[in-house]
């Protein structure tokens, strides 16, 4: 599979609990292991006033003594806004204060300081990268990164950064079950569909993908940016907060001390259910009562454990199913499952995943190493080590732009392979327009602003012209990463502007997340914008023509025309639903204007 070459890539899996680092040496993917002897390294790190922060299992340790000053699962808070629903959801889960930037993303605070998430998750990959240099006694300057498959393009650019923060070249960065599917010793010559199901700390990622020639190409992508361990870790938290209620009154939730020892313990019981059927939780002096020192002492079930559980664990199952219609694949086709995410040790979640497949997982993946091999894999790719695969990655969501009336005119659709460029011409709404602002969103609604809005900027000194006749050829280049850019080109004059989308452009995962599934359910019969602005034309037109003709009772023509308006002044700001009823009655409009015009 691989030969020697001088430059090694380090394949890290930036995790939101823990972090791994493969490369190939020798010939072969090895993992490294840390200064302390583990496979993973902790995504977690302490800040001091008056010392150096310390990041990975001894930052893990510090949890208890300094809660308010560790800071743990920040991959949910990479490039993200602090105004971001789900920031504010995410911040209720971790003991330190999260806030906002003056630029409006989420920071970090700790030790008296502000810290991006890039800074933060930096100390991890440079601890990391330090681990893995000591151990081969060579300087290591560049990775292959991953990042969920579902990581906004915000997301990925703040992963980039932080690997420049660390001091290391990203040269890719990869899905996770991309990685994964790489890893787990599929012949991708043998044509295959393959499921890789991930199940990590905080993301939970669905890939489809099919093998063949030697190549893996991505078929769909979904998931769920906010569900993983750290959710199950909560179900237990609860079980045990509400039991000492009950028994002593005093609520554990209301103290970070008593709080983050809860959720080491919740870890560790969940952990140890996986392999026992009952997990002893002892918490001794875990607050004080007004009688002395109070205990937690729970016997948790694994059945206990499942039915907190199980809602959790159905909710992995509504992406699948999204994710195999997007790739016109039925369950019964798929060749092979593939679970990874240390999620999947619980043997519910194996269990329902290989029941809902009706198929067992591929054996002798190991959860926790799987996605660093195959970015390491990847690495080998990238630098002519691994000659034998081509890995091909596609966009989750659709990309577009606003056009007039509000409405989103697609560039590249949903699940196209990626590095991909698309062209599109458009116009001006206005005679002598000078300047156009081309408005980029991503997501599967008809209406721009029911998507997500990643950028724009303004296309000045237009020559003037008639409306609709200057021809403005707007091009979308996604490359390996899924990073984006924009050019737009008024093809007279030959000025052009362009745009890389920053990382600062504020995307809301969970956003990402319903407009999935709203798309979805939209379907096949999702409004296309141009139909809609042809219709509305074909009205107006229509009303024109009828103006002399039509008169007297049957149709009331300035009401028409009023109504008309009312819709067009409407149409921006619609929801999809209300749209479609104005195009219904505009059909029966239209119609009515058609037998008065015959008559
Ligand atoms: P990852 O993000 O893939 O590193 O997964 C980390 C999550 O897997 C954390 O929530 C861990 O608590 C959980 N985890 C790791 N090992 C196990 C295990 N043996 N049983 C249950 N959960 C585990």
Not at 169 to 183: H, K, M, Q
Not at 568 to 589: T, W
Request: neutral net charge.
């Amino acid at each position: 599979m691989a030969s020697n070459a001088p430059s090694r890539v380090l394949g890290i899996d930036l995790g939101t609990t823990n972090s791994c680092c493969a490369a190939i040496i020798d010939g072969e993917v090895r993992v490294f292991r840390s200064s302390e002897g583990e496979n993973v390294t902790p995504s977690v790190v302490t800040f001091f006033r008056d010392a150096p922060p310390l990041a990975g299992r001894a930052a893990r340790r510090m949890a208890t003594a300094a809660p308010l000053d560790t800071v743990f699962s920040v991959k949910r808070f990479m490039g993200r806004k602090a105004t971001d629903p789900a920031v504010a959801r995410d911040a209720g889960l971790v003991p330190f204060r999260v806030e906002a930037a003056p630029n409006g993303d989420a920071w970090v605070r700790a030790a008296g300081r502000s810290y991006s998430p890039p800074e933060v998750s930096a100390l991890v990959l440079a601890k990391v990268r330090r681990d893995a240099e000591a151990y081969l006694g060579e300087p290591l300057r560049e990775a292959v990164v991953t990042v969920p498959a579902y990581f906004s393009d915000a997301q990925r650019q703040a992963t980039k950064d932080a690997g420049r923060i660390a001091g290391l070249e990203v040269l890719r960065i990869l899905n996770e079950p991309t990685a994964a599917a790489l890893a787990c010793g599929l012949d991708p010559k043998k044509g295959q569909r393959v499921v890789v199901y991930d199940l990590g700390g905080g993301t939970f990622d669905v890939t489809v993908l099919e093998s063949r020639g030697g190549i893996f190409e991505v078929r769909s992508t979904n998931g769920d940016t906010h569900l993983g361990g750290d959710d199950f870790d909560q179900a237990v938290i609860r079980i045990l907060v509400e039991a000492f209620k009950e028994r002593h009154g005093i609520d554990l939730a209301a103290d970070p001390m008593a709080l983050q020892r809860l959720k080491e313990a919740a870890e560790a019981a969940k952990i140890e259910l996986s392999s026992s059927p009952v997990a002893d939780i002892a918490l001794p002096f875990i607050v004080a009562g007004p009688a002395g020192p109070l205990h937690l002492e729970h016997r948790l079930t694994r059945e206990a454990f499942n039915a907190a559980t199980a809602r959790l664990v159905h909710a992995t199952l509504g992406p699948c199913i999204t994710a195999l219609a997007d790739a016109g694949v039925v369950r019964e086709r798929v060749d092979a499952l593939v679970l990874v995410g240390g999620m999947t040790r619980v043997p519910e979640v194996r269990r329902a995943v290989e029941a809902f497949f009706g198929r067992p997982a591929v054996p002798d993946v190991n959860p926790d190493e799987a996605v660093a091999v195959g970015a390491a894999i990847q690495g080998g790719i990238l630098r002519g080590q691994v000659r034998d695969r081509l890995l091909l990655d596609v966009t989750p969501l659709s990309l577009g732009v606003r056009v007039s009336g509000g409405l989103f005119s697609r560039l590249i659709e949903k699940n196209s392979t990626i590095p991909c460029r698309k062209k599109a011409v458009y116009t001006t709404a206005n005679d002598n327009q000078s300047a156009v602002r081309i408005s980029v969103y991503q997501g599967e609604n008809a209406l721009a602003a029911d998507n997500i809005f990643l950028g724009d900027f303004e296309l000045v000194d237009i020559p003037a012209a008639s409306k609709g006749s200057p021809k403005i050829e707007v091009s979308f280049d996604i490359d390996a990463n899924g990073i984006l850019k924009v050019r737009a080109v008024d093809k007279a004059s030959g000025r052009a502007q362009q745009m890389r989308i920053s990382p600062n452009s504020g995307l809301k995962e969970e956003e990402l997340r319903a407009l999935s599934a709203s798309a979805k359910r939209e379907g096949a019969a999702a409004l296309r914008h141009d139909e809609a602005e042809q219709f509305l034309l074909t009205c107006r037109k229509l009303v024109e023509a009828c103006q002399s003709e039509v008169a007297g009772a049957d149709v009331d023509r300035s009401a028409v025309t009023q109504w008309l308006k009312g819709v067009a002044e409407r149409l921006p700001g619609e929801s999809l639903e209300a749209l479609r009823g104005s195009l219904k009655e505009l059909n029966q409009c239209v119609l009515r204007l058609r037998v008065a015009r015959r008559a």
